[in-house]
């Protein structure tokens, strides 16, 4: 199959500066951990070839594009060339950093507010629960440093918890540190979880896929026996 065959679906990562959204794109599309990550000045894309529903007779190749967006204050009235034809959302916080969690909220309304000219006296979007559950875009919400919150969460007598904004919007979580690379490994929890969330954008854009799984299934209840019946029946 020509790479020209393969679909492909565009997923928005974003979040403040620093909280590592480059070395968390080149981990996910490279394996590894990037030697010298650097600030991201508008936005950069990488592509990571994706096997959708690995592993069953639905699998079938996939390029989820991750469009890195640069997250300095200064740019923010240009970034929303950056966000047309969204299929998935990345949310990425520095679990270090408690601020760069809680403006989750306005990274999220920011991109749902693409198309709007108006904004809140402090020049940014107010974040709507409601407009979220009307977008049914998915969304993965991703905290990094996870090896310093752990030192810093230890030493001050507290666990790492998952994020309410996560709760709020009904999406997956994963923690982790960018600079291992077995923090993606194959199997890993992480790793599941990134791969549903791809798996979910892609149904999310290209919905036969997910007809064609149920159909799927469907086909095999058929010839399931019914471990009800006894042997007499």
């Given at each position: ?7 492909k679906?565009?997923i928005i990562?974003?979040?403040?500066s620093?909280v590592?959204?480059?070395?968390l794109v080149?981990l ?5 951990h990037?030697?010298?990550p650097?600030w991201t000045?508008?936005c ?5 070839l994706h ?9 079938k190749n996939?390029?989820v594009?991750?469009?890195?967006v640069?997250g300095?204050?200064?740019h923010?009235n240009?970034?929303?060339i950056?966000?047309?034809?969204v ?6 916080h520095?679990?270090t ?12 309304a920011?991109?749902?507010n693409k198309e709007?000219?108006?904004?809140s006296?402090?020049d940014?979007y107010?974040y709507d629960?409601e407009q ?11 905290g990094t440093?996870q090896?310093?919150?752990q ?6 007598g507290?666990a790492?918890?998952?994020s309410?904004f996560a709760?709020?919007c009904?999406a997956?979580e994963?923690?982790l540190n960018?600079?291992?690379a077995?923090a ?6 992480n790793a599941?979880k990134l791969s549903?969330f ?6 999310n854009r290209?919905?036969?896929?997910s007809?064609m799984a149920?159909?799927?299934l469907?086909?095999?209840?058929l010839?399931?026996?019914n471990s ?6």
């Amino acid at each position: 199959m020509s790479s020209s065959s393969i679909d492909k679906v565009k997923i928005i990562v974003v979040g403040d500066s620093g909280v590592g959204k480059s070395s968390l794109v080149h981990l996910i599309c490279h394996g590894e951990h990037i030697t010298n990550p650097s600030w991201t000045i508008g936005c950069s894309v990488e592509v990571k070839l994706h096997e959708y529903k690995e592993g069953t007779p639905m699998e079938k190749n996939y390029f989820v594009e991750l469009w890195d967006v640069g997250g300095s204050n200064s740019h923010r009235n240009s970034r929303s060339i950056f966000y047309n034809l969204v299929h998935g959302i990345l949310l990425v916080h520095d679990l270090t950093n408690r601020k760069s969690q809680q403006n989750l909220r306005k990274w999220l309304a920011e991109i749902l507010n693409k198309e709007s000219n108006s904004k809140s006296k402090h020049d940014t979007y107010d974040y709507d629960p409601e407009q979220y559950v009307d977008s049914q875009i998915p969304i993965l919400v991703v905290g990094t440093k996870q090896d310093l919150a752990q030192v810093v969460r230890s030493n001050a007598g507290a666990a790492v918890r998952s994020s309410p904004f996560a709760e709020e919007c009904g999406a997956d979580e994963i923690h982790l540190n960018c600079q291992q690379a077995k923090a993606l490994a194959p199997g890993s929890s992480n790793a599941v979880k990134l791969s549903r969330f791809f798996d979910k954008v892609i149904e999310n854009r290209f919905p036969r896929e997910s007809h064609m799984a149920a159909s799927f299934l469907d086909r095999r209840r058929l010839f399931i026996p019914n471990s009800k019946m006894s042997h007499n029946d």
